[in-house]
């Protein structure tokens, strides 16, 4: 059994108790994703599963046979900063930085979510085809990432930024472009 | 977490053939996974069904027939059950976070634990639900988000869903697959109060699995909603919820659905305030008196005597709102 983690193909533990997040970290030594509460609560441990947001502490890696991981590790192109990186340094997304991964690997899934028209809790109209981005909607789709230093304006301040003025950055920064084998 | 062994089923059957005594059903984990490595939970073998069933079917009579293995996040976003039944969107969204929705599913949502603190506190409090006849450490210690409605001595916890008060509200049914045959329950049967047996929270047979839920049609659940009160606007469990559909015909209530969360054991089908208000007056003063007189058996414990006021003018609110009239 192996998935795709940042476009190389690696085996998964035959201990089906390790979850993706100890897989990334501990197996991989990819500690980009962080360890927050472990139980669901915080998001620091987001990742992207096939350009889906998901939580790896929760996720038994042996459900993900065959899936394409991106984590905080894998935006990047070489020294270029994926556009999001670049805008939480811009508007202080972050004091410690220890859930600016979850952040930004949630916020490029969110972007994916709002480009499909899939509605949320604050949406008013569900029988719109598209979603009309706003700093509400950004911010209730943010919900389950948890910033105990407060850098949540911030962090929504770069979030607007990227994929709330121009209507092409949904599309274009949505999805990670597929990495080189 | 205890050592167990994982099997991936391919089909229904394959999930009832691969699962022996020992065994639980796993969806997308975000709760039994938790509660594993709390050793809440202690399956020998865990048997993967998120591959069973993950369709969302529009049948001819207008029903939906959705998959147990259909994702949160799928159903809450899918056509039909955002223009026909938006108080089940509503509800899903309003649960958990983004990424937790893209990962749990319909049949695990239904079987998802209460959110106790005692029942969590594995080491350091005795709970009736997760060690029966140990007692009940909520009844007098910290007991806020507890239940107001159909507690027992045994047990005060709330069943922590949200869309399973709007599958209440709109007369769902919950399908079911096992060694004895399928069977089909409404989904107002299917979870049980605590009584004197808090451990048995369905009424699943050991063994059975649940294969897909049903929405009938139903017209006025175009006419539908869902609002959750909670601590904070977003990712928290609710302290009150209430999923209603509405038909108001020349200013009286033609039909009605109204389920309450937050406050049982169960979600709460309003079936006194929904008696009361068919054919009677489509204002704030009938919801209020409907709603009162679901709640006239309400028990409050130490922390929550709250709850029965915030749910009778969350039920007025909500009504009041689809009514199109003033709260």
Redesign the interface.
Known sequence: MTIQVNGSRVSIPD???V?LLDLLREHLHLTGTKVGC???AC?AC?ILVDG????SC???A??YDGREITTVEGLAKGDTLHPLQAAFVEHDGFQCGYCTPGQIC?AI??AG?IE??????V?ED??AETIAVSRTEF???M???LCRCGAHNGIIDAISEVYGNDPGALERFALVEEPAE | MIPFTYHRATDAAHALQLAGADAKFLGGGTNLVDLMRETVERPAVLVDVTGVSDRVEEREDGSLLIGAGVKNSTLAAHRAVRTRYPALSRAILAGASAQIRNMATVGGNLLQRTRCTYFYDNEGSRCNKRAPGAGCDAIGGFNRIHAILGASDACVATHPSDMCVALAALDAAVHITGAGGDRRVAMTDFHRLPGEQPDIETVLAPGELITAIELPALGLAAHSTYRKVRDRASYAFALVSVAAALKVTDGRVSDVRLALGGVAHKPWRAAKAEALLKGGPATAEAFRAAAEAELAEARPLNDNGFKIELAARTVTAVLSELAGVDA
């Open positions: 201990d089906p108790r979850s472990n139980q669901g998001g987001t889906e947001r998901i939580i929760l996720a038994l042996v459900q949630s899934g969110m979510e499909r028209g899939i509605p949320s809790h949406t569900f029988g911010q209730e789709r919900s389950g990432n």
